[in-house]
């Protein structure tokens, strides 16, 4: 049985990750788009959500 790499298994999780994030976005009410979730860290999503929530209140 060939053993993953490292790099496929973070590859794998920060996929799954951003596929977890999307989904709650979406329950949320956010309107998600495929390309919309790709944020360079958390602070980075979390300040470009504050931003959108000011914006629409």
Do not use: Q
Not at 44 to 57: D, G, I, L, P
């Amino acid at each position: 049985m060939a053993s993953s790499s490292l790099e496929a298994k973070r590859a794998y999780f920060a996929k799954t990750r951003r596929a977890n994030y999307a989904a709650s976005l979406r329950l949320e009410g956010f309107d998600v788009k495929s390309g919309d979730v790709k944020y360079a860290s958390r602070r980075a999503a979390v300040r470009a959500h504050r931003k959108r929530a000011t914006a629409n209140a």
